[in-house]
């Protein structure tokens, strides 16, 4: 098995080249602006270097509000890039895993969506997101794996954990949205999922890459708090009223696990576990 990390520089791409590595499996990371996987030729120079037999596509378009006025750069990125990819993987025969979101979904729901659901977007992110997927599920229907993630956080990047630790700095109190709930999610914690799903290589399919429970924003910046021995009590509750954005944010986003058992992988910890431990490795 030979990997090709796509968006290698992001909070995912980072941890797979990582992993990966660190057990001696072939693998390298490419990004921005050493690739551009909205352009064929970008993508046939990675190809004909590594010539990966897996290729994980980390690398999108993440700046949800951003997207409601860029919907047509979004798309570039989060549709025709996956398609390009998919073509590229179908030439050589190799599998393809896309990341993608729960901003699919509607995020009006009462119970945790499935891999079966049927998407609903809201917002330009989602739209574009779900073309990658459409786009990555018909080029390569048997060989490809889509994996919705959700409130991903990592040792790279920027994040919401890292946004809390530094508002604890400069501020005595912070108000944090009681009224959406998702599940907060290591990166460290994904990669190792992504890594033993192709490992596994079950057949083709939908599956929800997200820590297990469910925790409001306001829930995890306490937990944050928590972690790092400062008050909770100084993280106030507020509601999606006092945060109006361009794109909006769903209120329920939590996400299914049934497609892992039958694949004959167990789902990911629960996420309260998983984030004390992102802090002891360095967040």
């Not at 072939?26 to 004909?48: C, N």
């Not at 690398?59 to 890039?81: F, H, I, K, S």
């Not at 393809?96 to 049927?118: H, L, R």
Request: proline share 6%; with cysteine.
């Amino acid at each position: 098995m030979r990997v090709l990390v796509t968006g290698s520089l992001g909070q995912l791409g980072s941890e797979l080249v990582s992993l990966l590595g660190s057990r001696g499996t072939p693998v390298m990371g490419v990004d921005l602006p050493g690739i551009d996987i909205a352009q064929s030729g970008s993508i046939a120079t990675a190809f004909s270097l590594f010539e990966p037999t897996v290729i994980i596509n980390c690398a999108a378009w993440t700046a949800v509000d951003d997207a409601e006025t860029n919907e047509a750069a979004a798309l570039r990125a989060n549709g025709l890039g996956p398609e390009l990819l998919a073509k590229a993987c179908a030439e050589i025969d190799a599998w393809m895993v896309q990341i993608s979101t729960d901003y699919v979904f509607a995020g009006n729901a009462s119970s945790p969506y499935s891999e079966t659901d049927e998407p609903a977007p809201l917002t330009a992110y989602g739209r574009t997101k779900l073309a990658g997927e459409r786009a990555v599920q018909k080029v390569l229907p048997d060989s490809h794996y889509i994996v919705r993630t959700a409130w991903l956080y990592g040792i790279n990047g920027n994040n919401f954990p890292k946004t809390m630790l530094k508002l604890m700095a400069e501020r005595d109190t912070v108000s944090v949205v009681t009224d959406q709930v998702g599940q907060p999610t290591y990166a460290r914690d994904l990669a190792h999922q992504l890594i033993a799903l192709i490992d596994a290589k079950p057949v083709a399919g939908i599956f929800h890459g997200t820590n297990s429970g469910v925790a409001s924003w306001f829930e995890l910046a306490q937990a944050v708090f928590e972690d790092v021995g400062a008050d909770p009590a100084r993280v106030l509750p507020t509601d999606s009223a006092s945060f109006v954005r361009p794109a909006p944010r769903p209120t329920y986003s939590v996400l299914g696990h049934d497609a892992w058992a039958s694949a004959g992988l167990a789902p990911m910890r629960d996420w309260r576990s998983a984030l004390d431990d992102a802090f002891k490795d360095g967040l």
